[in-house]
């Protein structure tokens, strides 16, 4: 079945550097949503890109969308401590309509001060 | 604020209970999902629902689990004759109204369930 990879599973960073989170889809998706979770939390959305080669940016956060609609990324730049979290990426099952969403296993970020 | 309550916050069971969670919207959504987590582990799919019925259900979400909205507003999830593998916590989500199932979900705080 399809499934969606995230890499790495953890990540630990000094403040103030860089952080990166990669997704990867077994099959090309019509859309892709990245989700925040904080420790104790629920999934927040973030973002969803839908076209090919899509950059978009929040802040300090770039999310990409890969040519292929295959892959996409994550980049955080100067983190803070209040980027620690669980971030995931997930997409709609092949041309489903239904909403169902399959999520990757998440990057677990932990910023030191 | 969520757009979605949840309750209870937390269910503590014995195994081969049944437990009711109940998600319900602030406004009036028509479009809703399940999800489970399993502490530590990846946000796994159940079922989605739209206009009273079930359109896509996982293969988790087995004849042990089921769906309803009883009184139009509240939506509930089922378990019948829990098994300890069903501790987790259990989400809820919608989509916002008018914008359909393809679209980014926003989800409840959760149920944190225990089954003993």
């Known amino acids: 079945g399809q499934q969606v990879m995230q890499i790495p599973q953890y990540q630990h960073v000094q403040e103030g550097e860089d952080f990166t989170t990669y997704c990867n889809s077994s099959?090309?998706?019509?859309?892709i949503q990245w989700y925040k979770q904080r420790p104790g939390g629920h999934p927040v959305f973030l973002i969803q890109l839908v076209k090919s080669g899509e950059v978009k940016k929040q802040k300090r956060l770039t999310f990409q969308f890969g040519e292929a609609k295959k892959n996409s990324s994550l980049h955080i730049t100067a983190t803070q401590t209040t980027d620690v979290g669980t971030y995931f990426c997930a997409g709609p099952r092949g041309s489903s309509n239904t909403g169902k969403l399959i999520f990757g296993q998440g990057t677990t970020l932990q910023v030191k001060p | 604020e969520p757009e979605v309550t949840q309750t209870p916050s937390h269910q503590v069971t014995q195994m081969g209970q049944e437990v009711i969670l109940r998600c319900v919207p602030i406004s009036n959504h028509l479009y809703f999902y399940w999800y489970r987590q399993i502490l530590g582990q990846k946000v796994e799919f159940l079922v989605s629902f739209y206009n009273n019925e079930i359109s896509e259900k996982s293969e988790i979400f087995d004849d042990q689990f089921s769906v309803e909205r009883p009184d139009g507003s509240n939506f509930t999830l089922k378990i019948r004759s829990t098994k300890l593998e069903d501790s987790a916590m259990y989400f809820c989500?919608?989509?916002?109204?008018?914008?359909?199932?393809?679209?980014?979900?926003?989800f409840g705080d959760g149920t944190r369930l225990s089954i003993l």
């Open positions: 099959t090309t998706l019509s859309n």
């Open positions: 989500a919608i989509t916002p109204s008018g914008t359909g199932h393809n679209q980014p979900q926003h």
